[in-house]
């Protein structure tokens, strides 16, 4: 049977905001470097909206998290209020990677997907999430961590060290 390949079909793209990087997200990008060639990590921000962690502060945790991952290449960027479709075009990739931890996750990322699809015909993979780490958000880490929970194996070392000083020093 003949085969068709064309360059664009082994690079992927996993978005997000990443304000901070956690293990879910390890996890599925790790999954993705093992199905592509090469996947991008798009650090999607809006400008006028100040994070927990600044885009080079997220770039630096996210590239030291995928580090030492196996398969594909991986590469971190940043994007300032843009369209993901638009920056997928730019970067010639057809398809983005994400992970679903819950219904509740399909009910959010759905609507996206079929948007984007809609807009320049750009593919979602949704790839199932660790059920060990379900319960794990950026959102959620951060409220933990700021009323003095523990977050560990929950994010990376790192990225625990610098919620704990960066949200405790308020509290
Ligand atoms: O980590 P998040 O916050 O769930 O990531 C959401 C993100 C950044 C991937 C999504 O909001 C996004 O794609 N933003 C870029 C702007 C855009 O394309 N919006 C229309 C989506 S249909």
């Known amino acids: 049977m ?13 978005p997000g ?11 599925v990008i790790g999954r993705a470097a093992a ?5 991008i990590v798009a650090i999607l921000h809006n400008p006028a909206k100040a994070g927990t962690f600044t885009v080079e502060e997220r770039i630096a945790f996210v590239e030291a998290a995928v580090a030492d991952l196996p398969g594909g290449e991986i590469r971190v960027e940043a994007f300032a209020g843009r369209l993901l479709v638009d920056v997928c075009r730019d970067l010639d990739v057809p398809v983005v990677v994400k992970g679903l931890r819950s219904g509740t996750d399909f009910a959010y990322e759905l ?11 750009l593919e979602t993979l949704f790839l199932p999430g660790d059920p060990a780490l ?3 958000s950026s959102s959620l880490v951060k ?3 700021r009323y003095g929970g523990d977050v ?4 990376p070392e790192p990225v625990r060290a610098a919620l704990e ?7």
């Open 111 to 121: 609507p996206m997907a079929l948007m984007n699809r809609h807009l320049t015909g």
């Open 17 to 27: 905001s990443y304000d901070p990087i956690t293990l879910g997200h390890v996890d």
């Open 134 to 136: 379900e319960h794990v």
């Open 143 to 145: 409220e933990v961590v």
């Open 152 to 155: 560990t194996g929950l994010v």
């Open 2 to 14: 003949a085969t068709v390949t064309t360059p664009s079909t082994r690079r992927a793209l996993t």
């Open 165 to 171: 000083e960066r949200l405790r020093e308020h509290a």
């Open 35 to 39: 199905l592509y060639d090469e996947v």
